[in-house]
């Protein structure tokens, strides 16, 4: 009996010493950008380091629900792009770690500690607009919109396309981009009058620039880099930045708390900073700015001119935007979503 | 030689095999390494185990005890047999949970105990008496039972128990009732929800009854065509036929603005959903009610006809009644998949808001578990209530046609006013559908759908280049779920018509609970009851498997019950009468009367784990990719050709799958005209 336990002790020893050993070489990627990027990007970690990196995608909100259901036994390592709010209620919600990169640096100042701590770094930035159907305003003679008052002119009615904020980051930027432009209670008034003008709220943020697109709408309120990612593809789109200022989204790059490969996460996180791997976004369509000082601005967002240097924004205020987050939407959902149109 | 001169055998194999496994195959494994036997750094064996967790000894003891036990003498040897399997299956159980902690998890050996002590108690409780069956049967009821607990109550328990929970993890059980007073669209959510599933139940067991009459019993050779685009919805990946009905119907829409030169968005809310959803639902209804139709013996009907009622009268009289199963059950399909349907509304819903829609904002949106979770509970009530009702119309009258007197001649035609309209009506919603698919497949060779219609083969190139690695997977997944779905949900149709046990009305009920659940709450349960060890199964590709079997497998039960009422238990009775085993009664007289329903099983099944996505989208790992996942992220950035080209791809693959499926196991339904060939 004694001798059985004393082998029994020494498997149990000998498990779990290589078992530490047997961890293979791997990084869980989690992404929530576009899904040709994520791949692209996991498939160049793995040529660059050797380490091999599977990876999933899924939209920001539903990769924060995965992880909050997985938080018991993390699976991911990374989580990639998205939206920040999710990141950042991510941060709050304590599922993700601080992790101050070597390479921060080199990042764009406004992008390099969005919420302070390095509880999420930035990884690329791209301001709020509208993809404008030209051609559906044209046939109904509506002129073209310049500020966000404009779109809330009854002209608009049913003209209008824009993601819910209850599943879409882009929808809640624009809430609290408009919040801080107006004032919390002129903001309201103008939600209120806004409302009363959409056509659609679509699931994804960037499926209302789609509805553009196709015509079934006029304006879709969406990221710039979605607009003309979406002009790029052939859509019959034009990205307009609105006149009187807008806010702007910042991606985020997370490591997961408790991640199973935890060294070869941060190696991601800083490889994932450089220029040279910010510059592939681009080739997928991506049109964001990347956070990198050194990699280059597409040049379709310049012949756009849909840049900072050019679009109008903000101060936007990323750390009120992600602690106010349920009270807003709590409240849009509340006393504006559920009015009749 | 031993086992012949036991006392016991069923406790003497059952103990010798257990000591085999307590000693030599690893109870406990690392993530993903149940089937590493013999490697001590990854896996343990109880006897390693059992210094640390006395327990174990236990184990050890009770297959010693049954070694023994066999080889005595006794009066009653279920005793043994009954008492010991209880107590090991408690104990099996209650080792895995608490010596299966980080990193390791349930392993190849707990599996095998739990299986062989569930064996033994199931002989003990044959032998016994308590269960009127033989062992095989006992050990099945045992089995399934077991697994809708452990897969479709708990996790459905996992999600649902944050209803009645706060933050903190305290119990309060008026939360419920606050979290839905608290939320102010309530009623007006449950009337859309019930309104639609209502409308959508009625109109597509309508559809699927026309179909089904039309395609079995015309003497048309239409009716091969109206199989195979009957079918076509159902093979639909999702979002595809939600896409397709903005871009006939929307404000650009081909037919609303081209043809007719309205320009409203009229579509978007309940009629878009309420057409989607009877696109895709009336299939399944048509699936239920064939396997009925074509089961029903004309014998019936002729004597009917030769008690000079006309055709109107036997048809009134006879035909229809003889359908109420299959008409029921499909009527109680549909509506539960139509309340669980969540692609649909989330694209044409427009602000029509349905439950399934409102829990998904709730958990993706708001990060409102409490809320998703009572709304859950909610919808399973709705669901649970469709069912009672079903119960209740169908009550205890007797659907029995087949009774193994050889069937008289053929079927009776329709009659012929009836037959002219029911063809009318299908060959124009075919039409209809196929409209839909031309544009769909369309889509796929040009630029962009809708904008610039100019020819282009980029998009199947991509698909060539990128999209493989996932539709191989797809594929194998649902190629190894499909069967598995049939035979688990063809079994548990079985024994609920066939066999009188404590738990019968529970075990048909909870199968369909799963059904019942939108995929979303289904996924995140899924997670919240697997990702831990002792069970540990995300990251693999058994979790996919196994929510693909214990999601689909209601359509298996539900054809499967409706084929077996229809078939007189006396032949199976003859059968065990001239002494042939359970397995040859099963083999040779149950599963061919049934093959229609064996077939509607294994194509719904297949199908659905070809086009889940709601669930999937959870549960997928990053080596699992799946195509559904694929084209959805693809339409959600515009890619419209990518997206339905690579839903081309798919359906093509599945409709050949089906052929395949009906050449392999239709050999007699050829007779009925199911296979006909007609979905090539």
């Known amino acids: ?341 | 030689m031993l086992v012949i001169a036991a006392r016991n055998p069923a406790c003497l194999l059952g103990g010798l095999i257990l000591l085999a496994t307590t000693t030599v195959v690893p109870f406990l494994s690392r993530q993903g390494q149940v089937l590493s036997i013999g490697r001590t750094d990854l896996a343990l064996t109880p006897l390693a185990l059992a210094g640390q967790y006395p327990g174990f000894w236990l184990l050890i003891g009770l297959a010693v005890a049954w070694v023994a036990l066999g080889l005595l003498r006794q009066d009653r040897p279920d005793r043994p047999a009954l008492w010991g399997g209880f107590v090991g299956c408690l104990l099996v159980i209650s080792l895995t949970v608490t010596a299966g902690v980080k990193p390791y998890a349930f392993g190849l050996g707990s599996i095998l105990a739990l299986a062989i002590c569930l064996l033994v108690l199931a002989y003990g409780l044959s032998r016994g008496g308590y269960i009127r069956a033989d062992t095989f049967v006992a050990a099945s009821i045992l089995l399934l039972g077991f697994f809708v607990l452990l897969f479709i109550i708990y996790p459905i328990l996992a999600v649902l128990q944050h209803s009645v929970m706060d933050g903190q993890g305290a119990f309060h059980p008026s939360l419920f009732l606050e979290t839905l007073q608290r939320y102010k669209s309530f009623w007006r959510v449950l009337r859309n929800s019930l309104g639609l599933a209502v409308f959508v139940g009625v109109a597509s067991t309508l559809i699927g009854l026309a179909f089904a009459l039309a395609a079995t019993r015309s003497r048309s050779r239409l009716t091969v065509l109206l199989r195979s685009f009957s079918l076509l919805p159902m093979i639909t990946p999702p979002f595809v036929v939600g896409l397709a009905i903005i871009l006939l119907f929307g404000l650009q829409g081909l037919v609303t603005s081209a043809l007719l030169g309205l320009r409203t968005r009229g579509i978007f809310g309940f009629p878009g959903v309420a057409l989607a959803q009877i696109l895709s639902f009336a299939p399944v209804a048509f699936l239920v009610i064939a396997s009925v139709v074509e089961s029903v013996n004309p014998a019936l009907e002729e004597a009917s006809l030769t008690l000079r009622a006309g055709p109107w009268g036997t048809f009134w009289k006879v035909t229809l009644p003889l359908l109420r199963p299959g008409v029921a059950n499909a009527f109680l399909l549909t509506i539960v998949e139509s309340l669980a349907d969540f692609g649909n509304p989330i694209i044409l819903g427009g602000e029509f808001e349905v439950l399934s829609t409102e829990i998904y904002f709730a958990i993706i949106g708001r990060f409102d578990k409490t809320l998703a979770a009572s709304l859950g509970i909610v919808l399973l009530s709705a669901s649970l209530g469709t069912f009672l009702l079903q119960q209740y119309w169908l009550g205890h009258r007797s659907y029995v046609t087949v009774t193994g007197k050889p069937p008289s001649g053929k079927p009776m035609p329709l009659p012929r006013r009836l037959e002219i309209g029911l063809l009318g009506f299908c060959a124009a919603w075919c039409v209809f559908t196929l409209a839909l698919y031309v544009f769909v497949i369309y889509g796929g060779f040009v630029e962009i759908w809708g904008i610039n219609n100019a020819f282009t083969l980029r998009h199947y190139r991509q698909l060539a280049r990128d999209g493989m690695d996932a539709l191989n997977t797809t594929l194998i997944l649902a190629g190894v779920s499909a069967p598995l779905t049939a035979v688990v949900g063809l079994l548990i149709a079985y024994l609920v018509v066939r066999h009188r046990f404590p738990g019968r009305g529970a075990l048909e009920f909870t199968s369909m609970l799963s059904f019942a659940v939108p995929g979303t709450v289904i996924g995140i349960g899924y997670i919240l009851a697997f990702n831990q060890p002792p069970l540990l199964l995300t990251g693999g590709a058994a979790i996919l498997v196994i929510s693909f079997i214990f999601r689909n497998m209601p359509v298996g039960i539900r054809s499967g019950v409706a084929a077996l009422a229809q078939i007189d238990r006396a032949l199976e009775e003859a059968s065990v009468t001239l002494r042939a085993s359970f397995a040859t009664t099963l083999r040779r007289i149950v599963l061919p009367l049934i093959r229609p329903a064996i077939i509607s099983a294994l194509v719904f099944s297949f199908v659905r784990a070809v086009t889940a996505i709601s669930a999937v989208v959870f549960l997928v790992s990053a080596k699992w990719q799946l195509s559904t996942k694929v084209i959805l992220d693809q339409a959600e950035n515009g890619r419209y050709g990518l997206a339905t080209s690579y839903s081309t791809v798919l359906i093509v693959i599945m409709a050949l799958a089906i052929a395949l499926m009906y050449l392999l196991v239709g050999k007699r339904a050829a007779v009925g005209g199911l296979e006909g060939g007609g979905l090539a």
């Open chain 1, 1 to 341: 009996m004694r001798r059985w336990s004393c082998i029994g002790a020494a498997v149990m020893v000998l498990a779990f010493a290589t078992g530490a050993a047997a961890q293979q070489n791997v990084m869980v990627l989690y992404g929530s950008p576009d899904r040709d990027w994520v791949a692209a990007v996991a498939g160049k970690f793995e040529k660059d380091t050797g380490i091999k990196t599977p990876w999933i995608r899924a939209s920001s909100n539903e990769m924060y629900a995965k992880i909050e259901a997985e938080k018991a036994n993390p699976q991911g390592d990374v989580w990639f792009g998205g939206t920040g709010d999710p990141h950042f209620a991510a941060a709050e919600a304590g599922l993700t770690e601080p992790y101050c990169s070597p390479k921060m640096p080199e990042l764009r100042e406004f992008m390099r500690d969005p919420i302070g701590g390095c509880r999420t770094l930035g990884l690329y930035a791209g301001p709020l607009g509208w993809a404008v159907n030209e051609g559906v305003l044209k046939k109904m003679g509506k002129p073209m919109p310049q500020t966000w008052d404009d779109l809330a002119k009854p002209e608009y009615k049913g003209l209008i396309a824009i993601s819910n904020p209850t599943t879409a980051g882009t929808a809640y930027t624009a809430l609290v981009t408009l919040l801080l432009l107006k004032g919390e209670d002129k903001g309201w008034e103008y939600l209120a009058k806004l409302h009363k003008n959409v056509a659609q709220y679509t699931k994804s943020g960037s499926a209302a620039g789609q509805l553009a697109g196709q015509g079934e709408v006029a304006i879709g309120i969406v990221f710039l880099h979605d607009a003309v990612m979406f002009a790029e593809e052939g859509f019959p789109v034009k990205p307009i930045a609105p006149a009187d200022g807008t806010g702007y989204e910042i991606g985020g790059l997370s490591l997961i708390k408790g991640a199973p490969h935890m060294a070869n996460a941060k190696k991601f996180i800083d490889w994932a900073l450089t220029p040279d791997t910010q510059a592939i976004a681009k080739d997928f369509r991506s049109f964001q700015l990347q956070s990198n000082k050194k990699t280059p601005l597409p040049p379709v967002v310049l012949k756009h001119g849909m840049d900072f240097e050019h679009v109008k924004t903000i101060k936007y205020d990323f750390l009120w935007a992600s602690k106010n987050r349920e009270r807003i939407i709590k409240r849009w959902s509340e006393q504006i979503f559920s009015q009749a149109r």
